[in-house]
């Protein structure tokens, strides 16, 4: 077969503008973006409507200053700021670590026995628990038996809950991913089973990993109902982790419900500050992982 007709076989084979594939083509491209847009439009509405909302109140003393008075406009909501970091910072020391490593058991050393097939039923079941449920949970266990009482510590605890599902999740699915190739290549030039995981399978993976703890923080920071059971509120700075602390959220439910204009302008600006904080999370996730990728 010579190269004009093969180029023949394949001039035939293309397809027309106007066939009626080439028309289908087209209709299902036209419909996948249209509800891609649709998918979009409430994101950028909520955005947009929040910053035009919560900027008008951003200044230096929203950043600096306690919470005011009801009906003062005075003041800002540094303290719900730093109370959040520190709750949400808590959450991610508990939670990081045993998330990984039950990660790294059930994907690298499990061989998929029972106790893995439980521990991935059990952490699916934990992903759809109602966050009030995190928080209830953590309540009796610390606040009601008067083991630390509200505090960040209750808080961070009960952060913890609700960020495992996803890191256990996302990491195990991101060390399956990485080649079998590269374990058996471990293996040959004389690694244990633990230097493979550590040296090799856990850097291969690791973009992946900081993506799953990155959307797991993000569902943590907004997080309202656990904090409300476990480390209140305070509209004072924070005294250390075993006191009643101010979060964000906690703050944005407060004083979304009063009816002084001077606290619903500081719930809109609570609620920009979120939103920032989990953009920079992200985009912070992002950098590291195109640096590991270099």
Known sequence: ??????????????????????????????????????????????????MVQGLARINIDLFTKLPPPPGLSQGGIANAILGTLLTVGLATIIAVPIGVLTAVYLSEFSTGNKIARWVRFATNVLSGVPSIIAGIFAYGLLVATKIVGFSAVAGGLALAVLMLPTIIRTTDEALQLVPQEIRWAAFGLGAYNYQTVLKVVLPAAVPAILTGITLAIARAAGETAPLIFTALFSNFWPKGIFEPIATLSVLVYNNAIVPFKPQQELAWAGSLILVLLVLITSMAARWATRQETY
């Open 1 to 50: 077969m010579t190269d004009s007709s093969i180029t023949e076989i394949g001039l035939s084979l293309r397809k027309k503008p106007g066939s009626s594939r080439s028309l289908f083509d087209s209709f299902w491209t036209a419909l996948v973006s249209l509800c891609m847009i649709i998918t979009l439009i409430p994101l950028v509405a909520v955005l947009i409507f929040v």
